[in-house]
């Protein structure tokens, strides 16, 4: 029986990241794979959905500047579009595959083995994998399981990825679907939304049970989001239930009852379920392998499940699904069990970023979720138009707003950037937050100009009450509030 110091079942973001740790640290590591390398994170998720959403970005934007010169925008072929985020993701897979094969001439050569196959705790030390030709039990000294996750499907809808999706068979489509229903107005299902509307093919209509779309996120965000859906043909169906979806005549029927006891039947060419994701975890142990579950998935304290020499990362805990945070945890647990982490595992300066119109970046807390801890605080809001380089991109939709401690301190809570280039301006505020430290630091930093980072400077300046702009008098485009007990007031120096 062969032996490893370390087998890690999954070579999805978090499991990938598990191993190359594993071998920093000399250890003699088995990874295993039943389906393909980098697994949601580049194959029917993250990577592909991003590419998708890259190119819809793309063809929206020529067709709006082509329009302001009177000119007329080439057609978008959808095998072409397709084409292209397959050729993104076989760019990253074999990115993977050429690393592991490459590390076996490196300073690393024979401490990585990669196999395919589908792997089984058979004990907890005992590990049967089950390939295509033949089947194998290996002994590991640890075992970190990385097996993801998959779209939730739910008993009363026939989904069979052809007429009615999960994000899985959105991949096997071969044409713009002249119309989808969307069921979930959550991050992915938003994500979708604004990708298929961006085309400009496929009218789009987004179920929500609530009054508005991201029920977790701010108003302010919301509204920009909303309304951009909108803009662009989205309808979005508030207050509604679906009562049933069916499969008629190779289309999509389906049924909704709003908050007033009405009723209303549509008919789509396609539908898009969009209602989570379920931890893959089913028959990957024997029943003497006594792992806690919560509905959620896997329990861990700090990625250590309830048997001591087995961890677990990613998509199958009931942490945060996100490739980011997978990609932490692999390396947390290793660290865990060959060394000694530095500091301990946090999830507060995670930043986040939704891929919408415009995108959506974050850190730390929102208004609502520091509301909800009973926290008071001052949050500053400021306007793309008063960023330079939001001007010359000739893009002025969006804002930045920061959240800090209401004391002399102002600590910083959290941070949300919806607009152009949010995703890069959020990270010195993650390192910030994962620091503790105030807002003088950022106050006096030079960031280069024009940049839309210096939005952040200047709402930084704003709280210390030196900034250029005041928001007394620029109202509409600067605020700079306080937040106590439910209640608001402005900020007076």
């Excluded at 980098?38 to 819809?56: H, P, Q």
């Excluded at 959550?186 to 029920?215: M, N, Q, W």
């Excluded at 709280?463 to 702009?469: D, I, N, R, V």
Aim: glycine share 8%; hydrophobic share 40%.
């Amino acid at each position: 029986m062969e032996k490893y110091d370390l087998v890690v079942i999954g070579a999805g973001p978090s499991g990938y990241a598990a191993a190359m740790r594993a071998i920093d640290f000399k250890k003699k590591v088995l990874l295993i794979e039943k389906g393909n390398v980098g697994g949601a994170g580049v194959t029917n998720g993250a990577l592909s959905s991003k590419t998708w959403w890259e190119i819809a970005r793309e063809s929206h934007m020529l067709h709006k500047h082509l329009k302001r010169f009177n000119m007329s925008a080439p057609d978008v072929n959808f095998t072409e579009v397709q084409a292209e985020v397959n050729r993104a993701v076989e760019e990253r897979k074999s990115l993977l595959h050429e690393h592991m094969a490459m590390l076996s001439t490196s300073c690393f050569a024979d401490l990585l083995t990669y196999k395919v196959g589908i792997a089984k705790l058979l004990t907890p030390n005992e590990v049967e994998i089950t390939g295509e030709n033949e089947t194998e039990i290996v002994w590991a000294d640890y075992i970190i399981l990385a097996t993801g996750s998959r779209p939730r499907k739910l008993p009363d809808i026939p989904i069979d990825e052809k007429i009615i999706l999960t994000s899985d068979g959105i991949e096997q489509m071969d044409h713009f679907p002249e119309s989808m229903v969307i069921l979930g107005a959550g991050v992915i299902g938003c994500e979708f939304a604004t990708i298929f509307s961006g085309f400009g093919k496929t009218k789009v209509h987004l179920i929500d049970k609530g009054d508005r779309i991201l029920p977790f996120e701010d108003t302010d965000v919301v509204k920009v989001i909303e309304r951009n859906m909108e803009n662009n043909g989205v309808h979005i169906h508030r207050n509604s239930r679906l009562t049933r979806m069916d499969i008629v005549h190779g289309r999509v029927e389906y049924e909704l009852e709003y908050d007033d006891g009405s009723h209303e039947i549509f008919n789509v060419e396609k539908a898009l379920v969009s209602v989570g994701r379920v931890p893959n975890y089913e028959k990957l142990w024997e029943n003497g392998v006594n792992i806690v579950l919560s509905k959620r998935g896997i329990e861990d304290n700090e990625t250590q499940t309830s048997v001591s020499n087995i961890y677990a990362v990613g998509d199958i805990t009931a942490d945060i699904a996100l490739v980011n945070v997978g990609e932490l945890e692999g390396r947390y647990a290793v660290e865990k069990i060959f060394g000694e982490p530095k500091r301990k595992l946090i999830y507060e300066n995670i930043s986040t970023i939704m891929f919408l119109n415009p995108e959506v970046a974050g850190v730390g807390l929102n208004e609502i979720q520091a509301a909800e801890r009973g926290i008071a605080y001052k949050v500053v809001t400021l306007d793309y138009g008063c960023i330079p380089r939001a001007i010359a991109k000739r893009n002025t939709q969006g804002f930045i707003k920061l959240l800090v401690t209401n004391d002399e301190d102002m600590k910083i809570l959290g941070m949300r950037v919806v607009g152009n280039h949010a995703s890069s301006a959020i990270q010195a505020v993650a390192l910030l937050i994962s620091m503790d430290k105030g807002i003088d630091e950022l106050a006096e930093c030079v960031h280069p100009h024009p940049s839309i980072t210096e939005g952040i400077q200047e709402c930084v300046r704003m709280l210390l009450g030196k900034s250029m702009f005041k928001p007394d008098a620029l109202r509409g485009k600067l605020s700079c509030k306080t937040y106590t007990n439910g209640e608001y007031a402005d900020i007076v120096f």
